[in-house]
């Protein structure tokens, strides 16, 4: 039996250690940057929002184009060979390629403009999507961290409990104990296997849920075992950007730039034009003998150009564009609230996460008192036991406040790890 047991301990401690990769939580962080679905979206929407901006030059270009058009006329119409009113019916060809281009137009500067806020919009809506998935996977790499803590923990005090069980099962058979004994000492340490057990799944559960958000498809829960490089650093965490509140902050100079461009539409416009083209007709059964000069004639000789200026100035617009300032101004009044109300929200994060930060560590010494308390109630409990003054599930209970006393200092040094990393997260979007 005393074989079984050891074989038992061997097998619960040494599953976790072999065999196993260590990941630190940059590790993990390098593994979602090169993984996740949701950040390579947001890099792709940036590169979209990169292309579609335009530069100065490309907004002054001219426009271009080739026209055809083949008609028939019949009846009393112009003849274009010798814009007189003829009684005929007429085909005709014309040729033309025509361009335009902007010489003055207050609008293309703003569209320039917007075109680079919205780029940084993209940029900065891609770090917010950053920020919220470091965000969640900080919290689940705490979560594995604190659970594997606990089954160490766990793990350790098994080896009590079976050494335990063996004195007991020792003094029993040579007449020493009563049954009952063994009974009770046996039945904790069964009690204490399914609680290793119910830990193990639930960390199997939380690695899994881990490797989940961090899309990595080739690994198991088992293959892996998470560490800390550091439990608690104390560091700078004074602001510097937060890309929930920064991106309402751009949303509100995009709705000036808007404002702007709206107010662009009052402008004059000037525009330069070009057209060169030419032109075929003939008589179509016709009693006019007369032939017509060839196709190729006709298109030498009817050659023409054109150069002209164009100045538009709107007088009018049916009030679309007033209402449409009206609506800008309100949408600018929401935008305002919204950077106020994140600002806000976030302020009141930061501060309770730097006064739960205080409160656990003012509750550190304590904790280190009560574990030396624990550990010396747990060896005199022990003594008690071995010489018969104290039953097994004084013990048992003196063994389990030793457990916690042991996991509430962990957890604590953890916890603040957490929340000191969610305030730098949080103030300058990295970790």
Not at 17 to 27: D, G, P
Not at 97 to 117: C, E, H, T, V
Not at 123 to 149: D, G, H
Not at 383 to 396: M, P
């Amino acid at each position: 039996m005393n074989k079984l047991i050891f074989l038992l301990i061997f097998t619960l401690i040494s599953s976790t250690v072999f065999a196993q990769q260590s990941w630190t939580l940059k590790n993990c962080v390098e593994k979602g940057e090169v993984n996740s679905y949701p950040l390579k979206v947001a890099a792709l929407e940036t590169k979209v929002a990169e292309k579609r901006k335009q530069s100065l030059t490309s907004l002054y270009l001219p426009d271009v184009t080739l026209n055809g058009i083949h008609s028939y006329n019949f009846g009393s119409t112009i003849d274009p060979s010798t814009n007189s009113r003829v009684a005929s019916n007429i085909l005709s060809d014309q040729f033309s390629i025509d361009a335009s281009m902007d010489l003055f137009n207050l609008q293309n500067l703003y569209i320039l403009q917007r075109q680079k806020l919205d780029t940084e919009l993209a940029q900065m809506s891609e770090e917010e999507v950053a920020y919220n998935y470091q965000t969640e996977l900080l919290i689940q790499f705490y979560e594995v961290l604190t659970t594997q803590e606990w089954l160490i923990i766990q793990r350790q005090q098994m080896i009590n409990s079976s050494n335990n069980l063996s004195r007991i099962f020792k003094e029993v058979d040579a007449g020493a104990k009563p049954q009952s004994d063994l009974y009770d000492i046996d039945y904790l340490f069964k009690r204490d296997e399914i609680n290793i057990k119910e830990t193990e799944n639930l960390l199997y559960n939380q690695k899994l849920k881990l490797l989940h958000w961090l899309n990595e498809t080739e690994l198991t829960p088992s293959d892996f075992n998470l560490v800390l490089t550091e439990e608690f650093e104390e560091g700078e965490t004074d602001y510097l950007y937060n890309p929930t509140v920064e991106k309402f902050k751009i949303n509100q100079r995009i709705l000036q730039k808007e404002r702007q461009l709206l107010k662009a539409e009052k402008a004059p416009r000037l525009q330069a034009n070009y057209s060169f083209g030419s032109f075929y007709s003939k008589l179509v059964n016709s009693d006019n003998l007369i032939s017509a000069p060839s196709f190729s004639d006709q298109l030498h000789d009817n050659k023409s150009h054109y150069v002209g200026f164009r100045l538009s100035i709107p007088v009018f617009q049916g009030g679309s564009v007033i209402r449409k300032l009206c609506k800008n101004q309100m949408e600018q009044q929401l935008s305002e609230l919204k950077i106020e109300e994140s600002k806000s929200q976030l302020n009141n994060q930061n501060k309770e996460i730097e006064t739960e930060i205080k409160q656990l560590g003012l509750m550190a010494d304590k904790l280190i008192s009560s574990i030396d308390l624990a550990q010396k109630s747990f060896a005199t409990t022990q003594v008690k036991y071995e010489n018969g003054k104290a039953d097994v599930f004084s013990f048992n209970q003196a063994k389990n406040e030793l457990l916690n006393s042991q996991f509430a200092l962990i957890k604590n040094n953890l916890t603040r790890s957490l929340l000191q990393k969610r305030l730098k997260l949080n103030n300058t979007n990295a970790l």
